[in-house]
């Protein structure tokens, strides 16, 4: 019998280490990996995986950032609808002798699992379909953390630390605003708060889409800092909205100076506000896509726990599971231990998880330790990356996307 | 007898790394330094550095981004218009009992080393004053490189190579841009092109300040590129302006579909207008401050050079010299080797080195092989950092900036 693995959604550096830990655990006759996930499997742009990767390949592969897959944002029709799209599927799972289905991604994607889970109960089809939990967002519920944010979160704190350095060259008042992905959910924002150290608190402000962002008390939190320090950081959420629920990026009361609505991200929104209230430096940086692709500074950690829970996938499915979704279980902080196991996935599918408000301090601009000690054991330890001429040697990905 | 150091202009990852090479260089009774530059100095905000730094710590300096000692922008005054400031000056100089000045910086710092030396020998006050390169835009005179430039060009480079993976995930056609420091120099820019290896071509496209920018040809390389693969990624310098050398970010026939002007960086520029010109998936990215403060990926070629430059100038200060800056002569790409020397600071200060012509291509939308010959060596070898809980574990810059 032979199984098939994909990938979907937004990349991570940690979802290629979870497809190689699926593809190490050699239990199945083939592995195939369909390209552009469900899209591409309904085109059947299928490879065979069993063949490609020996152990340094597979170590390279855990090692890359991105998708070696390919990916798709792609969402199916529910099977009452529209049944045709199902009956295909499972065509080219009979036409493969697929009995394993390993889907690895963030909601969308355990959306997927589920479907495919119930159409296959529906039509009676012996097949153990399990979705791998990936996403820089931290948001998917039942499971402690997801692979993936650990590894941003680094990157973001890391950056967090050096853009600190940066800003207190001169002697002069200013206020850094960073803006950290996170629609809905703040954990990557809150991250942040991992540059502190014993020497540096990094950042001074800290505003989550998990709280209703207020322009006066804003203000008035800035104000404090600069009573006391010359240079603040603050980190925000892209997604941060007002208490009516709109974006404080969209919101049209942020014009220019010549009443043009301004339609660049809320750092920037943030950097012309506080630019107009205070005599001092101003300046927004948008911590980019790297926060999702930058393999280098990558959490061990987080990368480790990507493969063997890719691996442990493939034991679930060995062990007559279906329509379940591999978890993380915490058993402690300090000294960090965790456990993997799986659960039904529609207690996670379509839901989203949000930082907990006992976790966001009085003043709603800042994290408590208890965020502190969940997240740092996350970002623990650096991977050994191979670099050619000063370059990290990633995998190369071996055909047209 | 004593020295003073300062550091000034811009920070870079290597900069800290110059200020370790000359405390290391133990030829004078005190190394004083100067808290942000020539300001600090005109306040006496002056500190003993000889008796701070240990082994480790001067090792931990070497390893830390952005600037120990604070930094400036100050540009003093001609001394035939106003000596009183140049007076104070060196009434300090001769209250701390300094015979020579070191100070680390790009173009503007080099002016201060040219009217500090010619203030000197009018007032036949024995000095040795010396400066030092660093600027991530290697737009020195003189010099083969600046350091700083390296560690910049590493982190560019990396960062690409890994916004390529981002870049192919979604079988559909798309365009990436991303802008890069640089507002008269490409060299940052350039130096995108060591993204590129044996299995991919990162960037497609490279724009430079050096060539006069043309909307059109933009396109028409664009569409180019398209015909032959699905994800194209640009890199494209800050300060590309148009034939009548009107910076493309600011031109005013950029317009949204209001009709109103954008005032954003020549990325989003680029970005709305291949929007509108092509059918496809359109994203650009700023690469932001990291570029010249991200130590976690700094280049060792370039830390381990920026040091030696900075023993290398208190040798130089000792053997007499004045007025000079110092520099690196190359003797051959491959195998890399270069030699420290130094030039009259009047030869290399006020001036600005852009990238030869020569090294651009026909098409004036990618480099030469020369160029990468030139840059490659300047990124090769990883530091090795000290992680607490982590994260990277700069210097503590223990007082208030």
Known sequence: MNCIVGQSGGPTVAINSSLSGVISNNKYNTVYGMINGIEGLLKKNIINLSNIFDDNKLEQLKNSPAMYLGSCRFKLPSYKENSDIYNQIFDIFKEFNISAFFYIGGNDSMDTVLKLSEFAKQIDYDINIIGIPKTIDNDLMATDHTPGFGSAAKYIATSMAEIYYDSIIYNLKSVTIVEIMGRNAGWLTAASALATNQYNTVPDLIYLPEVAFNMDKFFSDIDQCLKFKNNIIIAVSEGIKDSNGIYIASNPSNLDSFGHSILSGVGKVLETAVKQKFNCKVR???LNILQRCAMHIASKTDIDEAFIIGKEAVNTAIDGNTAKMMIFLRDSNNPYSIKISNVDIKSTANL??????????????????EFIDYVKPLIQGQINLNYIDGIPDYINIGRTL
Request: proline fraction near 5%.
């Open 284 to 286: 927004s940086i948008e």
């Open 352 to 369: 989203e998880k949000t930082i907990p408000l006992e976790w966001i301090n009085e003043q709603k601009n800042n994290i408590t330790k």
